[in-house]
């Protein structure tokens, strides 16, 4: 069973940054991908940005040059770099893993909270 648990969600201004964290139980190098998503309120979820195990990146529109992922192996960890941030970006962020034995093939975490203030 996976756990990935995010911190690092909190009230910032607009053009202000937050950092978020995913630790992962066990080695992030076996998920075919790891990426961050976030739901509104009222809005579906939708995709922030997706790593793929092959080195591919893909941010969504709305967040490219704004938003920065990394990942650190040893530490079975994701980050996201939000700077910039708008008002728009005030959503429930979720770190997801994609991998054959997560259910549909997503495992997700709790979410954590970001909210922007203009």
């Known amino acids: 069973q996976v756990q990935l648990v995010e911190s690092g969600g909190g009230l910032v201004q607009a053009g202000g940054s937050l950092r978020l964290s995913c630790a992962a139980s066990g080695s992030i190098g076996r998920f075919d991908a790891m990426g961050w998503y976030r739901q509104a309120p009222g809005k579906q979820r939708e995709l922030v940005v997706l790593?793929?195990?092959?080195?591919?990146?893909n941010y969504a529109d709305s967040v490219k040059s704004r938003f920065t992922i990394s990942r650190d192996n040893a530490k079975n960890s994701v980050y996201l770099q939000m700077n910039s941030l708008k008002p728009e970006d005030t959503a429930v962020y979720y770190c997801?893993?994609?991998?054959?034995?997560?259910?549909?093939?997503?495992?997700w975490g709790q979410g954590t909270q970001v909210t922007v203030s203009s």
């Open positions: 997801n893993a994609k991998w054959l034995f997560c259910k549909r093939g997503d495992c």
């Open positions: 790593s793929t195990s092959g080195g591919s990146i």
